[in-house]
């Protein structure tokens, strides 16, 4: 089995073009922007059934699985990691012996989450919280849709095994398919059946059946021609340390940022309704910009774990480069647009003159994030792609720790423009501190043996 960050005198060669990271960014950028979209038709179907529990039901069990889900997030950026690496060695059995892990963990995990399900639903409810109709409609929504937990998880590991090969376009259309059919099979579901929120919740569960189905035929396809790997190769130690130990760090990540914007809403809340209300409005501007720049941090995954991979410099620090400057430029754009049409996304999503006030106050805090957090997304995408995840772990929680000290030493001076400075200061902090690493970790994993 091949090492990638093993000393060699050979490397394989290969160029990186802008047109070849943009074929990689585009598609997964759409792929990204049609979950939110999902999100929409749930709630609006739901909300056609004129009960206020029932969409408070879905709300509260979709947090539920949000908190779930974000802790295996690892087997889609992991396994795009690791394949990558495999790819750029030319390791054809390590490369399907990649995947075949990601699906048993998959498996694993998939069935203990299924398994654990009602001690996790019956501690989630207490911590949220929320009348006793509503509870019973998220209890009604989970119990169905937890099924799905296998599928959904060999879905993120599929998806992942097919960007490591840099077939973003089939990511985009099994993403496409899958998304379509949770969209197409809510509506028959709820509307034309009136199976209210377990209607909801088992288009979901068949979305995600037929997709993995889709996927693994994909797979199959993909995969033709060459041996397997033994199963002895699939549960070889090394390979598993390894691979627990990129999603170990990948998950505290994932988590530590999952925290941070908890922190930012808990501090939001401290202020009153009023700024609560206007910075969840403005905080979707940053959670949009970052569905944009998740396509590019996804194309340094791929060309920077291929790189890696091959023992090819030049390709590694071409990856850096070109997908820093579309990076760039793509946040300018996000923050253009957001100084210029900000006002009238903050009408639309609110008719609340107050709330309407406060969040115009604001603005330029939200309309920045993209270039502040620009520089996270992007050395994000090359650290977890070169699987240097452990610094990316300890450089998240560095920035935390700054984020946390930033706000109290500028909350009690500026208000809620200090909370914002806060959190610009954290992104920022969290890319210019993965910058600095960088480059002393690209010398040492392309030093000469």
């Known amino acids: 089995m091949t090492q990638p960050n093993a000393k060699s005198d050979t490397s ?35 909300g056609r059934l004129g009960d206020a529990a029932l969409l408070g ?37 390590e490369i399907k012996a990649s995947l075949l892990r990601a699906l048993l963990i998959a498996a694993l995990a998939g069935t203990a989450v299924v398994v654990l399900h009602v001690a996790l639903l019956d501690f989630g409810l207490t911590l949220i919280g929320g009348s006793a109709d509503v509870q019973s409609a998220a209890r009604r929504y989970f119990e169905v849709r937890i099924y799905s937990a296998p599928l959904m998880l060999a879905n993120y590991a599929i998806l992942g095994w097919l ?36 209607g909801a919740a088992w288009a ?29 190769e699939v549960i070889d130690k090394t390979a ?40 969840a409005i403005l905080e979707k501007f940053f959670l949009v910009g970052g569905y944009f720049l998740d396509g590019l941090a996804t194309a340094a995954e791929q060309l920077a774990g291929r790189a890696v991979g091959a023992r090819y410099r030049p390709a590694f620090d071409k990856a850096v480069r070109i997908t820093a400057i579309w990076s760039f430029l793509l946040a300018g754009l996000l923050a253009a647009f ?52 452990r610094d990316m772990r300890n450089m998240m929680l560095v920035s935390l720790v700054v984020f946390i000290i930033a706000y109290f ?31 002393r970790r690209r010398n040492e994993t392309f030093a000469p043996a």
Request: with cysteine; net charge positive; proline share 2%.
């Open 57 to 93: 039901g879905i709300a509260v069990a979709s947090i539920l699985f949000d908190l779930v889900f974000t802790t295996f997030n690892f087997l889609r950026s992991g396994t795009t990691a690791l394949t990558a690496q495999a790819y750029g060695a030319d390791d054809k059995r």
């Open 163 to 198: 960007l490591g090969l840099g077939r973003a376009g089939t990511g985009l259309f099994l993403q496409t398919v899958l998304n379509g059919l949770n969209v197409a099979l809510s509506i028959y579901f709820v509307i034309g059946l009136k199976w209210s929120v377990e």
């Open 338 to 389: 957001y100084l210029g049409f900000g006002s009238s996304l903050v009408r639309m999503m609110t008719v609340s003159e107050d709330v309407r006030q406060i969040a115009y106050t604001y603005l330029p805090w939200a309309a920045i994030t993209p270039l502040c957090g620009v520089l996270a997304f992007q050395m994000d995408g090359v650290f977890i792609g070169a699987t240097w995840s």
């Open 204 to 232: 979901t569960v068949a979305s995600e059946c037929l997709a993995c189905l889709l996927g693994l035929a994909l797979v199959k396809a993909v995969g033709r021609g060459g041996a397997w790997p033994t199963w002895s």
């Open 409 to 439: 030493s500028l909350f009690p001076l500026l208000q809620n423009h200090g909370l914002w400075l806060a959190l610009e200061i954290f992104l920022g902090a969290r890319g210019l501190s993965l910058l600095m690493i960088c480059s």
């Open 12 to 46: 394989r060669a290969f160029d990186i073009s802008h047109t070849g990271v943009l074929k990689i960014a585009l598609p997964m950028t759409l792929a990204y922007l049609s979950t939110p979209i999902l999100g929409i038709v749930d709630t609006a179907v739901i």
């Open 240 to 279: 598993l340390r390894r691979m627990m130990a990129v999603n170990r760090d990948i998950m505290i990540r994932s988590f530590t940022l999952l925290f941070a914007f908890t922190f930012f809403t808990q501090r939001s809340a401290a202020q009153g309704d009023g700024i609560l209300a206007a910075n």
